[in-house]
């Protein structure tokens, strides 16, 4: 069975940091890409950032690129989101997503609030 689990949410200040987490089981995690997504209250999901299997690709969302940096660790079945010079804009619930034996497949999400 497929499962996500993100972790690292929280309250932070405008201008501050945080690192996401997605730890993934059930399936190939090292044969997979990895996205992140976010949904901030009374708007649609937005996809942020991706990753290739192997991390030699990766690519950003326009609202995020330069701040934002997605990594993984395929030893540790692990996916990243690391967060600088966080905006009021980037308040949502954050979600990884795999798409995988047929389907895509959703972590439960973590909750970043941006807030002075």
């Known amino acids: 069975q497929v499962q996500l689990v993100e972790s690292g949410g929280g309250l932070v200040q405008p201008g501050g940091s945080l690192r996401l987490s997605c730890v993934a089981s059930?399936?190939?995690?090292?044969?997979?890409?990895m996205s992140w997504y976010r949904q901030a209250p009374g708007k649609d999901r937005e996809w942020v950032a991706i990753?290739?299997?192997?991390?030699?690709?990766?690519n950003y969302g326009d609202s995020v690129k330069g701040r934002f940096t997605i990594s993984r660790d395929n030893a540790k079945n692990t996916g990243y989101l690391e967060m600088r010079s966080l905006k009021v804009d980037d308040t949502a619930i954050y979600y990884c997503?795999?798409?995988?034996?047929?389907?895509?497949?959703w972590g439960q999400g973590t909750r970043v609030t941006v807030s002075s």
């Open positions: 990753i290739t299997d192997n991390s030699v690709y990766s």
């Open positions: 059930g399936f190939p995690f090292s044969s997979s890409p």
């Open positions: 997503m795999v798409d995988i034996l047929g389907g895509e497949h």
